[in-house]
């Protein structure tokens, strides 16, 4: 696959995050700066396959992007009430974004794992039957891609197999975070090396240990301390957090309609940003701070 000119990048708030995003950002401004690349945040945390049906024309549809990666399945597995429909809403979903994007390379993305086997987590628990969830999503993501066309960005297995080589001699260790969801460092990078393999743009080894990923990421880090990728990691993580305040925003749209104590919770909210410094904290405070209370 050819350098793109733009990507949307459709998922949850593993995408809505931006680890990932600013590898590649990085990775295009260094490889590709006559392409100008650009990279289109549609993560909102939360969302799954059945609730993104709405926000299509405004998040993707809008951008009539020349590649559309679709990275869903998180949310399905945490679910009872839709777990065991991930298969028919994905297929629902592709065929609403394929209808009004034919023009797009899509970029079918396997979920990234739900690790129920890392000895220390602050998550809520081991939940093996989301692991097992999220394997059948993957199997499933694979047999689209064979059946359908596309590309394949196999997050799934690659994060899974690391992560149990990783724990033999490290039990706490997982490229999914303290929380077993969201991949923080080294797993934004990862799960970037992975993206940037599977699409053609850069090869790459999955390596052999935690020392070696780390001593990549710190050659990686050297490699990209240009002007250009400061400018494009900084923009990756300002979009991320344009993101945040969409989500909460929507979040204060339901609040409005609702009790007292909802609005109690809220400003629980607001106090949890204290000590943080920035643009993004000021406006979302302002935006708190105006924002009607019954």
């Known amino acids: ?47 799954r396959t059945d609730l993104c049906l709405a926000r299509l024309a405004r998040d993707v549809d809008a951008h009539r992007s020349e590649a559309i990666l679709v990275l869903l399945g998180m949310n399905d597995c945490m679910s009872d009430a839709v777990r065991d429909a991930f298969e028919a809403n994905f297929a629902a979903l592709a065929e609403r ?27 809520d628990g081991p939940h093996p039957e989301r692991a097992a969830a999220l394997r059948r999503y993957a199997a499933f993501i694979r047999e689209w891609h064979e059946r359908e066309g596309g590309m394949l960005v196999d997050f799934h297995a690659p994060m899974v197999a690391f992560n149990r080589a990783a724990q033999k001699t490290n039990p706490s260790f997982s490229l999914c975070g303290p929380d077993r969801v969201h991949p923080q460092e080294p797993g934004g990078y990862f799960m970037a090396r992975v993206f940037l393999r599977d699409t053609g743009f850069l090869p790459w080894r ?89």
């Not at 949850?12 to 990085?26: C, K, N, P, V």
């Not at 990234?112 to 086997?117: K, N, Q, R």
């Open 97 to 123: 974004l394929k209808s009004a994007n034919s023009q797009s390379t899509f970029l079918w993305a396997t979920p990234t794992p739900y690790d129920s086997e890392v000895a220390a987590s602050a998550g």
């Open 1 to 47: 696959m050819d350098h793109p000119r733009s990507i949307v990048l459709l998922g949850d708030s593993i995408t809505h995050q931006g680890r990932y995003l600013r590898y590649l950002a990085e990775h295009f401004a260094l490889n590709a700066p006559e392409r100008g690349v650009r990279l289109w945040n549609a993560g909102v945390g939360g969302d």
């Open 206 to 294: 999955e390596p052999e240990s935690v020392a070696v990923l780390e001593a990549e990421m710190a050659k990686w880090r050297s490699s990209h301390d240009t002007p250009a990728c400061r400018e494009a990691a900084r923009r990756a993580e300002s979009e991320a957090e344009e993101r945040t305040l969409h989500m909460i925003r929507w979040q204060l749209e339901v609040l409005q309609h609702r009790d007292a104590d909802d609005f109690g919770a809220l400003e629980a909210l607001e106090r949890s940003f204290e000590g943080r410094h920035g643009e993004f904290e000021d406006r979302l405070r302002r935006y708190l701070r105006e924002w009607p209370r019954p």
